[in-house]
């Protein structure tokens, strides 16, 4: 007891402090990179934060002096205004994320602990055990870990475990601001508000130079009630509103993606047919010198063509789509020392777009050269593609080597890879792409083989 300041007086400045950065931790670690030095800008910023707080013993004792008026109201609010800006400069220091992307995530942070503290303080505490606090203090503080524990693991597990993790593109303007920030703010003052009036109606009503107000014990309850339905409708929305953002910004992602497919298509078949171009006039000039004689010269004649044959590596399969990627990815798997088959036995390979094509097909191929390229052993280093046609669907079958476990989230691999936010759209993509022909795709791994299915309905 410091004065009339109470243990439970700072416990409960501590209480509010580390709920919200917790709360806050839940969604903007799953949306925001870590900043450099991370550990150590934890440990400083939570020093930081937790000198901060011993500010509260000041306020308190300002506060006793004013006594109970309008003065002392608004410096509590203004306190826990404060408690807020405070935990939201933490986490900007800690991570690598935008003002408003800031401001968007800690309002869900502000949210989330307005409900913990209204289940725990005026529910649990003030109604059904109000001698809690004071007689039983250390079931309190048990009780409280408790509640934020569960109401943090709640939050992870409905709204943001299925995110996509990554910074979401949150409009960077003044409007976007002050829209955040007003919503911010009615947030706090609600609560404010709520703790008021349950305060002075739990003891008569009497506030204000006497005034009678909140007299009536169902006033102050229907507060509360308001200002959790008001919460839970703010967390729902912003939640939506991040899917939302998540949604245009992956599809934005996957746009972009098969812009650089179609890009890389036009410049691979240029390079493919100058490539075979090459090789047909390289080929003419060394039957024409086999004219000359001379065992030496017969010999480099022998390696010259062995080393065109490199590059004579075209594919034919009917399809000048398929020939392309095939052509290209055979390059890249001899350079790589994989061993790379082909059975193409399908007519209508016509009923999908150029660039849809070839999107769909070099992904797959992608992901299965960069999986095989790992492996030391020659023998894992194997990639199989086939093309059937079975009744009226159209099959793309992409097989190779897998030595490990897979994890599946919604029916895709989770990424293995550091970018985990840019790569999987290549799998989403090819979905997408199947789909918009009436199409799906499958995926799964048996016996050490990882298998990619694209299927496709003929019409």
């Known amino acids: ?39 150590r800008r934890v440990l400083t910023g939570g020093v930081g934060i937790l000198l901060f707080a011993l500010l509260c013993i000041p306020m308190y004792m300002f506060r006793e002096i004013v006594g109970n008026s309008a003065i002392a109201s608004l410096i509590t609010g203004g306190w826990w205004l404060m408690i807020g800006i405070v935990s939201m400069c933490f986490i900007y220091y800690c991570y690598e994320v935008t003002v408003c992307n800031l401001m968007f995530q800690c309002i869900l942070g502000l949210a989330l602990e307005n409900l913990v503290t209204l289940v725990l303080q005026y529910l649990i505490c003030k109604k059904w055990f109000p001698s809690l606090q004071t007689e039983h203090t250390v079931l309190y503080i048990v009780l409280t870990v408790l509640c934020y524990a569960l109401f943090d693991i709640m939050a992870y597990l409905l709204l943001v475990r299925k995110n996509v993790r990554g910074q979401i593109v949150v409009e960077e303007d003044w409007r976007t601001f002050f829209i955040y920030l007003t919503i911010y703010i009615f947030i706090s003052v609600m609560g404010d508000v709520t703790s008021l009036i349950f305060h002075w109606g739990q003891v008569g009503g009497k506030m204000f130079g006497g005034m009678e107000v909140f007299s009536h014990t169902a006033v102050p309850y229907f507060c509360i009630a308001v200002n959790v339905i008001v919460n839970l409708v703010i967390v729902l929305l912003q939640s939506m509103t991040y899917r939302i953002l998540s949604l245009q910004q992956e599809k934005k992602m996957i746009q972009i993606l098969q812009k650089e497919k179609e890009q890389q298509y036009n410049f691979s078949r240029e390079n493919v047919d100058l490539i075979n171009q090459k090789c047909h006039d390289l080929k003419r000039q060394i039957r024409a010198l086999k004219l000359v004689q001379g065992e030496e010269r017969d010999r480099l004649f022998k390696e010259t063509e062995e080393a065109v044959q490199f590059y004579d ?3 034919k399969t009917g399809n000048d789509v398929l020939d392309t990627i095939l052509t290209e990815k055979n390059f890249v798997c001899t350079r790589q020392g994989i061993r790379f088959s082909c059975n193409i036995h399908a007519e209508h390979m016509d009923i999908i777009d150029v660039i849809d094509f070839y999107t769909i097909v070099s992904n797959g191929l992608d992901n299965a050269i960069e999986c095989v390229s790992g492996y030391e052993d020659n023998e894992k280093k194997v990639i199989n593609v086939a093309v059937l046609e079975r009744g009226s669907m159209l099959h793309i079958f992409i097989d190779n080597y897998f030595d490990g476990e897979l994890e599946f989230r919604n029916g895709f691999p989770v990424t293995s890879k550091d970018d985990k936010g840019y790569h999987g759209y290549g799998v989403k993509s090819m979905q997408m792409i199947a789909k918009k022909y009436g199409g799906d795709i499958r995926i799964s791994v048996n016996n050490h083989t990882f298998s990619l299915q694209i299927m496709l309905p003929v019409r």
Do not use: C, P
Not at 10 to 35: N, P, Q, T
């Open 1 to 39: 007891m410091l004065g009339n300041i109470s243990f439970l007086d700072i416990f409960d400045v501590y209480r509010v402090l580390l709920g919200m950065v917790s709360a806050e931790l839940i969604f903007v670690e799953h949306a925001a990179r870590h900043r450099e030095h991370f550990m």
């Open 313 to 315: 590596a075209h594919v």
